[in-house]
């Protein structure tokens, strides 16, 4: 138990669904992070953020929306998604953006169907 | 571009025998380095981090060897057991910052009885 929670742990959607992932840290930590992790690939960072405010969007398309209603949340809302966009998504925290040692929670498997 | 890679990405140990697990990066810049675990259904587990001032530090079972003048980070385990079969990653930070983390493959522990 890394002190961070994402649900669901599994999900297979259509790709003109609307669904969101929730990640929810207990750590106290002010720095949330979500990753992408495909077949073989490195870890990809997507969104970080930073007491609440988002301090960095790596290029990720439109149809991933984050959102960090406090310190210990963070949601991604997935829309239209891509055959190709089925991987795991990691949700990490770490006590600030200084902080190197991150967190992670065990993901959830997405599958677009 | 700046990457962070592994020399392998199998590796099979007997169990009781010493795992080495390799890493090479090519940022010069880099300033920190960190070994992340990651097991079946699982996130990454942080394992050990070194600064670039140091050029090798332990843990529990662990150790980590930095060689930047080949810029070379290792992973050490001594003694291998069952529960050490995962995903090895190595990650460099340019500013010591989670946020920067450049991840690399994954080299794949397979602990044989």
């Known amino acids: 138990e890394t002190g961070v929670t994402q649900t669901p742990r599994h999900l297979v959607m259509g790709m003109t669904n609307k669904k969101s992932l929730k990640c929810e840290q207990h750590?106290?930590?002010?720095?949330m992070y979500w990753y992408k992790q495909s077949a073989k690939k490195p870890l990809e960072l997507m969104f970080v953020?930073?007491?609440?405010?988002?301090?960095e969007n790596n290029s990720v398309p439109s149809r991933f929306s984050p959102e960090c209603p406090n310190s210990s949340h963070l949601f991604l809302h997935l829309h239209t998604l891509q055959p190709e966009d089925s991987a795991l998504y990691l949700c990490?925290?770490?006590?600030?953006?200084?902080?190197?040692?991150?967190?992670f929670g065990q993901g959830t498997r997405l599958t677009v169907v | 571009g700046e990457s962070v890679g592994l020399h392998l990405p199998t590796l099979s140990v007997q169990e009781g025998d010493n795992s080495i697990i390799n890493c090479a990066y090519s940022n010069s810049a880099s300033d920190y380095f960190i070994w992340y675990k990651q097991e079946s259904g699982k996130g990454p587990q942080f394992i050990i981090d070194i600064r670039s001032n140091m050029d090798k530090r332990q843990g529990q079972r662990v150790t980590v060897l930095l060689n930047k003048t080949v810029k070379h980070l290792s992973l050490q385990i001594a003694a291998t057991q069952p529960g050490d079969s995962a995903v090895y990653f190595c990650?460099?930070?340019?500013?010591?910052?989670?946020?920067?983390?450049?991840f690399g493959s994954g080299t794949q522990l397979t602990v044989l009885p």
């Open positions: 990650a460099e930070s340019e500013a010591g910052s989670a946020r920067q983390l450049t």
């Open positions: 990490a925290s770490s006590r600030g953006e200084g902080n190197t040692e991150a967190f």
């Open positions: 953020y930073n007491f609440k405010e988002q301090t």
């Open positions: 750590l106290g930590h002010n720095a």
